[in-house]
């Protein structure tokens, strides 16, 4: 449930740039100055969640049949909300002898001092807990099941693999795609291959999305001790191709909501000309191994996944 942005970048993927081009210029007095909401909006990485909520509260209108019910819709979100500001929370605490090496991480709050690490651990695990157990009470158990293992896969599987091996992308894709999943499960109370499709475009989105960030900040990533692909492939022919080959897979799996008459054929329309836009920047980056084409294919991938959304939305058939 966490988009896979590498100290992005985490933060994996949405979900953004100007997140992180606000964190770097902001003047270290100003941050110090920031209020307690500011600072905890920092730790629950805000923008974050609400993309995390977007991709659920579009993944519930999906599934839902007939009359909305609001009430439903609420209490999935909120749920989903406080399990990711709690796993926001922990994965700072757990990264923050890292976060502190980063120029865009280290005005966060457990490196700038603005907060210790034991309310942190107290915070993320209630809020955690807590969002976990209002799924389970008020939505269904099968969600709460995706909310808990999107949590530990991404706390305990995904963030300690970035220090080990550059696979953890691939795992932490993994968390970051659950939630349109998990309002799917809220809505229908099952798991079918409607929902998996939403999952899928998401796992394969958040790949180009973040090979993109990590050749623009290797430097700053392998600094701080993430084996990221970019610090294993100084000439970037294997980053290159990554992006490449996911934004390729991504464009059929764009269609299956219409081929599974999910959406019509204005969604058909919007997914073709969005996906080979997305493959046109991707094999610009493949050519030309810049931190300029880098950036622009990353742009491009915050604007596809909104509009991509947006079409289904507007589309939807069932």
């Known amino acids: 449930m966490y988009y896979l942005r590498p100290k992005f970048a985490d933060d994996h993927s949405v979900g953004l740039v100007s997140m992180k081009a606000t964190a770097e210029t902001l003047p270290e007095t100003v941050a110090a ?9 920092d730790l629950c990485k805000a923008r974050l969640t609400t993309l995390v909520l977007l991709t659920t509260l579009v993944g519930f209108y999906l599934g839902w049949r007939g009359p909305m019910n609001y009430l439903l819709m609420f209490n999935a979100l909120f749920g989903t909300a406080l399990v990711a500001s709690g796993a926001s929370a922990l994965n700072q605490l757990l990264e923050r ?35 976990l157990l209002w799924l389970a009470l008020a939505v269904n158990l099968t969600t709460s099941v995706i909310g808990a293992v ?26 970051g795609a659950l939630p349109p999943l998990m309002g799917w499960t809220a809505a229908r109370g099952e798991l079918n291959r409607e929902g998996w499709v939403l999952f899928a475009i998401l796992a394969f989105w958040q790949l180009p999305h973040f090979f993109a960030i990590a050749w623009m900040y290797r430097e700053e990533y392998a600094k701080a001790g993430f084996v990221m692909l970019p610090n294993i492939d100084p000439d970037g022919h294997r980053t290159a191709r990554q992006a490449l080959s996911h934004t390729l897979l991504l464009l059929p799996v764009s269609l299956c909501p219409f081929v599974f008459q999910m959406t019509g054929k204005f969604y058909l329309a919007g997914a073709l000309v969005l996906g080979f836009a997305f493959l046109w920047f991707a094999i610009q980056f493949s050519r030309d191994l810049t931190v300029a084409r880098a950036r622009q294919l990353f742009f491009f991938s915050i604007l596809y996944l909104p509009l991509l959304l947006t079409a289904l939305v507007l589309d939807k058939l069932k």
């Open 150 to 175: 999107s949590l530990v896969s991404y706390l305990f599987i995904y963030t300690p693999l970035k220090r080990v091996t550059w696979l953890n992308t691939a795992v932490g894709a993994v968390p």
């Open 33 to 41: 100055e920031k209020g307690w909401v500011a600072v905890f909006a």
């Open 97 to 131: 002898e890292h976060d502190a090496k980063m120029r865009r991480t280290k005005t966060r709050p457990l490196p700038s001092g603005r907060l210790q690490p034991t309310t942190v651990m107290v915070f993320g695990g209630v809020c955690a807990c807590a969002g």
